[in-house]
C-alpha cells in the first residue's frame, strides 16, 4: 500500500510513503499520519490512497504513526482542501491547518472516564455467597443491579465508600464489566445563556414559517444540493426555523452544522440550541475560539465519531468533520465577519454552500438584510428565496426616525452628539423604566485632534490615519497599530492652545449620556472596556435582568441581540460606514440601520428608532427607513451592474507591501504589465495604486483589482505567474479574492 501524504512541513508537495501492514487498519484517506523528513518526524494528512509514485517503490520510507483511528478529513472536507487551495490562492498547507485543529493535530489527550455495569444477570446462589464472604462486593452488585445505564466508576466507589480492589475482585469473576468512554468537557459554564430562560419546549409556528419550514423540509427529504436564502425581517423568527430545519435531520438521522457570525455574541441561540436538542438527547458541540485545547479535541472528536450529530460555532465550524452531513445553516449570512482576514482567506458562507454542494446536502442562508451576492443568486435561479415578511406575533417593526445634523448643528451652532429628538425620547422612556440602546462604531472620544489656527491633524507616525483621542486615560491612541501618546495641549505643529476634537467615539456618547440622564445606570461595551473575557457575558446578562438602563457600545452590540424591553434604538452616526472608499458602502450603511433599528421593539411594547446623519437623502439611509430591502437592492445592484461590480463579477485584491515605496510601486507596475500579457481579455485590471491606507506599521501599501467573470480561471494563473517573478524579500504580497475590506 503506496499513500501520497500532504506533510505539514512548511512547503507545499505530495510526497509518497509505504505503508506497513500494521498501520493498515485505521488508515484511510484524510488521515492524519507522522512521516519520516529528512530524518526527521512530520505531521502530514493523507491525500490519496493507492497512489502512483514518482519514484522506485522499493526507495519509499514508510509511515511511522497513524494519529487517530478515524480521518481527521472526510472525504468531502478533502475535496473541499482542494478547492480552497485553489479559489483563494492559499498553500494547502495552510488550509489543512485552518481546517484541523490544532488541538487534533498535537497530542492533547482525550479525557476519558471508566464505567461500570453488571456483566449479566447474577445468579440467586452467587449473590447469597457473596452477602457471607464479602458484603462489599455484595453490595456494588446491588447497586448496579439498579442502575439502568453504566455508571461512572468513581462515582459508585465514592457512594458506596468502596475501594478499586472490590471492583478488581468483582471484575476478576466476570460478574462486573468495566469500560472506558471520552468524556465531554463541558464547553460553557451553565449559566452561559445571557440569563435567558430556554424552555425545550418548541413554540407553535406563525403561518409564514410553518411554509418556510416546509419549504427547507422539502429540500431536505430529497437529500439533493440546495440552497435557500431566508429572508426574514428582524424578529421574525428566523432562529425556530433553523431549529425545526435541525430537528428534521436529527430525526432523520443526519448532522447539520450551524453558522453565527460570532459565537461568543450569541449564547442566547446556544442556549436555544441546547435547549431544543438536549432534552431529545442530542448533544449540540459548542465551537469558538475560547475553547481549551482539550474541549476542542473533544468536541471533534464527539462530530469525527458520530457521538454529536450538531455543532454551532464561527466560521471554523464550517469544517467540522460530522458525518453524513444534511444541513449547513448560515445565521446573518450578510455579516462581513465570516470572511477570515488572513490566509487562507475564506468566506466562511461561500464555503458553506460549496461544502454543501460536495455532500449534496442543504444550505440554508438567513439575514434580515441579505447580501447582494446571494440576493443576486436568487435572481439568477440558483438559490430558493424564502420569507418572512412579519414579526411574530404581529409584532410591529419599529418607526425609524431620520435626523438630520445639519440642523442640529446650526441651531446649536457647534458640536452636537445627541440631537434634541434623540434626548426627548430618552427622557421618555427612561422615564417609564424602558431601556434604551445606543451605536456608535468608534471607541475612544474623538476619532481626531485638529488644530483651529493651523489646520494641522495628528497622525500615527508609523500609519497614515488620525490618532484617535481617548479621555479616559489622556491619550492618542493609533487605532491600526496601537501606538499612543499623551494628548496635546498646544498644536504639537504651531503650538496654538487652540485644539478642536472632531468626530465622536463611545466616550464621548457616554459622556454625553451622563449629562443627559445623570441617575441612569449605564454601560460602555468596545473593545477598550470588553478586554476581560466574562465582561461581555456579564453586561449581556446584567442588561437583561433590568439592571442597566442605557447600553452603549460599538457594532460588536449589534448583532442578533433579543431583548424585549428596549424601546429605543440610537445610531448616533450614520455616517461612519458611508464615506468609506468600499464600493459596499451603501450596503453596509442600509445593513447598519436595519440591523440596529431590529433591536428595538422585540417585546410587548413598540420600539422606536433614531438616526442621526449629516447626509439624510442618501438612498441607503431612506430605503432604511422604510425597511424596504428590495427597492435597496434593486437600485444598488442597478449600480453595481452598470460598473459590472461584483457580485456580476468576482474581484480579487492584490496588496503589496513593504518598507520602500518606489520600491513596491517599481515591481507593482511590472507586475501589471506581466499580467496584461498573459492573461489578457481574461481580466480587467486597475492599479497600482496607493491603498486607502497608505501606510500602515511603518509599511507602505500599494493595491492592485482584478475583476474578472470566473476566479476559479484567473486566481491559478495569477499564482503561478507570481511563482515566476523574482520577488525581492522586502516587497511582501496578498492575494485576497472575493475581498470583503479593501483597505
Ligand atoms: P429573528 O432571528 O428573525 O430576528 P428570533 O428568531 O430571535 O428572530 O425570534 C424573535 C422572538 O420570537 C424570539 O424571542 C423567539 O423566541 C420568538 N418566537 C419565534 N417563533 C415563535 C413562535 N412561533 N411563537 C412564539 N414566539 C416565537
Ligand atoms: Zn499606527
Known amino acids: 500500500m503506496i499513500v501520497g501524504v500532504q506533510p505539514l512541513a512548511g512547503f507545499d508537495k505530495l510526497l509518497h510513503y509505504q505503508v506497513p501492514e500494521s498501520l493498515r487498519t485505521h488508515l484511510q484517506a484524510g488521515s492524519l499520519v507522522r512521516v519520516p523528513i529528512l530524518n526527521r518526524s512530520h505531521l502530514g494528512l493523507v491525500t490519496e490512497v493507492d497512489a502512483v509514485p514518482d519514484v522506485p517503490v522499493a526507495k519509499l520510507k514508510a509511515v511511522s504513526a497513524v494519529l487517530h483511528n478515524f480521518p481527521a478529513l472526510t472525504p468531502d472536507l478533502l475535496e473541499l482542501a482542494r478547492w480552497m487551495h485553489t479559489y483563494y490562492a492559499a498553500r494547502m498547507e495552510s488550509v489543512l491547518e485552518t481546517m484541523i485543529p490544532a488541538a487534533v493535530r498535537g497530542d492533547a489527550k482525550l479525557k476519558s472516564e471508566k464505567y461500570l455495569s453488571l456483566a449479566g444477570p447474577v445468579a440467586a446462589d452467587v449473590l447469597a455467597a457473596l452477602r457471607k464472604k464479602a458484603p462489599q462486593q455484595a453490595r456494588l452488585v446491588d447497586f448496579l443491579a439498579q442502575q439502568f445505564h453504566p455508571v461512572k466508576k468513581s462515582l459508585v466507589l465514592s457512594r458506596l465508600g468502596s475501594t478499586a480492589a472490590v471492583t478488581n475482585a468483582l471484575l476478576k469473576r466476570g460478574l462486573v464489566r468495566e469500560e472506558t468512554r471520552h468524556v465531554e468537557r463541558v464547553a460553557y459554564p451553565d449559566n452561559w445563556t445571557g440569563g435567558e430562560i430556554v424552555t425545550g419546549l418548541p413554540p407553535k409556528l406563525m403561518d409564514e414559517q410553518a411554509t418556510v419550514v416546509k419549504s427547507v423540509g422539502d429540500s431536505l427529504v430529497k437529500k439533493k444540493f440546495a440552497v435557500h436564502l431566508l429572508h426574514g425581517v428582524t424578529g421574525s ?198 431601556q434604551i440602546i445606543l451605536f456608535i462604531n468608534r471607541r475612544g472620544y474623538s476619532s481626531s485632534m485638529i488644530c483651529r489656527k493651523c489646520g494641522h491633524v495628528e497622525e500615527c507616525p508609523h500609519c497614515s490615519v488620525a490618532l484617535t483621542y481617548h479621555r479616559a486615560d489622556e491619550t492618542l491612541k493609533c487605532h491600526l497599530c496601537g501606538f499612543q501618546r499623551g494628548a496635546p495641549a498646544v498644536c504639537p505643529s504651531c503650538a496654538a492652545p487652540d485644539i478642536r476634537w472632531r468626530g465622536l467615539g463611545t466616550q464621548r456618547v457616554e459622556e454625553a449620556v451622563r449629562r443627559v440622564l445623570p441617575r441612569a445606570r449605564l454601560e460602555r461595551m468596545d473593545t477598550d472596556t470588553m478586554s476581560k473575557k466574562h465582561r461581555f457575558r456579564q453586561i449581556l446578562g446584567d442588561f437583561r435582568a433590568g439592571k442597566i438602563d442605557v447600553l452603549i457600545g460599538t457594532q460588536m452590540i449589534g448583532k442578533g441581540l433579543d431583548f424585549p424591553n428596549v424601546t429605543l434604538v440610537g445610531l448616533v452616526d450614520a455616517d461612519l460606514s458611508m464615506h468609506v472608499p468600499d464600493f459596499r458602502a451603501n450596503e453596509r450603511t442600509f445593513q447598519l440601520i436595519v440591523q440596529v433599528a431590529g433591536r428595538a421593539g422585540r417585546g410587548d411594547r413598540a420600539g422606536e428608532v433614531v438616526v442621526q446623519t449629516f447626509t439624510p437623502k442618501a438612498d441607503a439611509v431612506q430605503y432604511a427607513k422604510r425597511v424596504d430591502f428590495n427597492g435597496f437592492a434593486e437600485a444598488e445592484l442597478a449600480v453595481r451592474k452598470k460598473f459590472n461590480y461584483p457580485p456580476y463579477r468576482h474581484l480579487v485584491h492584490h496588496l503589496f507591501r513593504g518598507p520602500n515605496p518606489e520600491k513596491i510601486r517599481f515591481f507593482a507596475e511590472h507586475w501589471v504589465k506581466q499580467v496584461e500579457k498573459s492573461l489578457g481579455a481574461a481580466v480587467e485590471i486597475r492599479g497600482p495604486v496607493p491603498s486607502p491606507i497608505e501606510k500602515s506599521k511603518d509599511e507602505y501599501r500599494f493595491q492592485v483589482w482584478y475583476f474578472c467573470a470566473r476566479a476559479t480561471k484567473v486566481v491559478p494563473e495569477l499564482v503561478k505567474l507570481q511563482a515566476t517573478v523574482n520577488w525581492p524579500d522586502d516587497v511582501s504580497q496578498v492575494l485576497d479574492v472575493d475581498p470583503m475590506s479593501l483597505m
Not at 475560547?290 to 468536541?299: M, T, V
Not at 455579516?335 to 449534496?360: F, I, S, W
Open 237 to 434: 423568527g428566523k432562529t425556530e426555523v433553523y431549529l425545526r430545519a435541525v430537528e428534521q435531520v436529527l430525526a432523520a438521522g443526519g448532522s447539520a452544522i450551524y453558522l453565527v457570525p460570532e459565537v461568543a455574541l450569541t449564547p442566547q441561540t446556544v442556549a436555544r440550541l441546547r435547549g431544543r436538542f438536549q432534552s431529545a438527547g442530542h448533544q449540540t458541540v459548542v465551537w469558538h475560539s475560547h475553547l481549551s485545547e482539550g474541549e476542542r479535541l473533544d468536541g471533534w472528536t464527539a462530530l469525527a465519531t458520530g457521538q454529536a450529530r450538531v455543532v454551532v460555532g464561527a466560521r471554523s465550524a464550517v469544517f467540522a468533520p460530522v458525518r453524513d452531513l444534511r444541513l449547513i445553516v448560515v445565521d446573518e449570512e450578510h455579516e462581513p465577519a465570516y470572511k477570515q482576514d488572513e490566509t487562507p482567506r475564506y468566506h466562511g458562507r461561500d464555503v458553506a454552500v460549496y461544502r454543501a454542494k460536495l455532500a449534496n446536502a442543504v444550505c440554508l442562508l438567513g439575514s434580515a438584510t441579505p447580501s447582494l451576492e446571494s440576493f443576486a443568486n436568487v435572481q439568477a435561479g440558483k438559490y430558493r428565496l424564502d420569507l418572512l415578511l412579519k414579526r411574530v406575533d404581529d409584532k410591529k417593526l419599529p418607526d425609524i426616525h431620520i435626523v438630520d445634523m445639519r440642523v442640529e448643528v446650526m441651531r446649536t451652532r457647534g458640536m452636537v452628539t445627541l440631537s434634541r429628538l434623540l434626548v426627548d425620547h430618552m427622557h421618555q422612556r427612561f422615564a417609564r423604566k424602558e
